[in-house]
């Protein structure tokens, strides 16, 4: 294809509507669709898929984080999107940003004057770095690239030397699995049991379906401002979180308004009363939908106990009651992570695509 002829080309905030049928919601509800043809066109499946709903709940709650986004569209035709997410919190320091141009319309160059909003929104908040992710098949052939951490490669495909055209740096590569939860659990119940006996008295197991249960709160809200300082992040700039319970249940609030369900299994530490280790499991409206695992984390003064493997397979095993028609879990992991994905291939998980983490800083 030619290049983007611009002057034919219109960058627009988008909208966030009051409902996805409001009648100012065609631009949301069509970067929604963006982002789920370039997810299916770049990794090759559809469990990544996002309900414009779902999508909608997250960016109706800015309390803890800014949302927007620009399009692109010449005429009506919505040919691509760029959305952003900018911690709320005083010192944040980078920007994450999806950058989505319809596959049909590559190559027109749409990623520059998308990719420009970012920059410039960058720049008048004062934040010189700015973060994003691009998708791949995991049979992709041809030359790869490795990320300075050295661990995993992603391909140097199109995708990726536009990011490298843009003066991005792959920092991180992530993997992206898939557990299959039509098959026996026995094998799941056995690593729980074991895990269980391994890890002692001072750890207890619980569950619950969001909302947490305001005994958990707490707990939960320290467990989950760890989950910026514990896992490994390569080169990315990540701003560390702060929680309490307060934020827990602004965000219990938020999972509900995106028609999530979500279960979480836990791990408390007996003698501080804490969450040691958790992992959440979460669906939207349609129940033979993919489970998208969302957080799994065990804080660091607790690991070599199995409570990862703990709240693994604990989760699984209550998620076959709660969400019987899943065929599937998916979830993402730093590659680096070697830990947590010995864990999830001893479970069963299997690479479905990969993700590469890419990283700009802003010249002053």
Known sequence: MSELAVDVVTISPVVVPASVDAPDARVFVEMVRIANAVCLHDAGHDYLREEPEEMLGMWQDQADWTQLGFAALRGETVLGVVKMLISNQPDASTIEFDLMVDPPHRGQGLDKPLLAEVEREARERGISTIQTWTLHRPDAVGDRLEPPTGWGSIPDDAEARLQQANGFTLEQVERNSVFDLTGDPSPVERMLHDAEATAGEDYRSVTWTSPTPPEYVEGFAYALSRMSTDTP???????EQRWDAARVERRDARLKAQGLTVSVAAVLHVPTGRVAAYNELAIADDPAGATQQFGTLVVKEHRGH????????????????????????STFNAEENRHMLDINEAIGFVPASYAGAWKKVLEA
């Open 233 to 239: 992040q390569g080169g990315l700039v990540v701003d």
């Open 306 to 329: 199995r409570l990862g493997t703990i709240v693994k397979c604990a989760n699984l095993l209550r998620w076959r009651t709660i969400a019987p028609q899943s065929p599937r879990v």
